[in-house]
């Protein structure tokens, strides 16, 4: 038989698994797999299968996830909508959301969220809108009283002004 005498003479490699994950993570999972692999008697040839079949289900999640965040993104407008009712609201509780990441000032949080699909969180983005908001006075937008045209300016606050009003917390 084909039944290599240790877990490394499977000669699993760790450079084919399709993840963003560290080469010691892979390395560590490879090794992993070539000790279940050997505590279970596979010969080379049905290591290989199983290692095959291994690297499909990785792809396969990935594909899925990639998949999943699309939807949530291409459907995120839709769904905070329905959730909150009126055009009005929805456009304040984005732009207090913005504000909220933009105090954060961590690109790296912004692109786990992004990545963890919490952007497109219904209930995330709700609830950091909430804490935005009670913690500053100023409205979103800019509110003008019945029958007056509303000024257009940016909502979010220039650079100085958001460095004088809030620190400079942006990453360099």
Do not use: C
């Not at 010969?43 to 999640?61: L, N, P």
């Not at 003008?144 to 460095?163: C, I, R, V, W």
């Amino acid at each position: 038989m084909d039944i290599p005498k240790t877990s490394e003479e499977y000669g699993i490699d760790p450079k084919l698994i399709p993840s963003n994950d560290t080469d010691e993570a892979k390395t560590a999972a490879v090794k992993g797999l070539a000790d279940f692999f050997k505590s279970i008697g596979l010969t080379r040839s049905q290591a290989k299968q199983v290692y095959g079949q291994y690297i499909g289900i990785i792809k396969s999640a990935s594909e899925a996830g990639i998949l999943r965040q699309k939807t949530l993104a291409d459907t995120f407008e839709d769904r905070l909508l329905k959730d909150i009712g009126d055009e009005k609201t929805v456009t304040e509780t984005k732009e207090y959301f913005k504000r909220a990441l933009i105090a954060l000032g961590d690109k790296e949080l912004v692109k786990e969220l992004n990545q963890s699909g919490m952007l497109y969180s219904i209930a995330f983005v709700r609830g950091l809108a909430d804490i935005w908001k009670a913690g500053n006075k100023e409205p979103p937008i800019p509110q003008a009283s019945s029958g007056k045209p509303e000024d257009k300016k940016d909502a979010l606050p220039k650079s100085d002004q958001f460095n004088q009003h809030y620190g400079n917390r942006r990453n360099k």
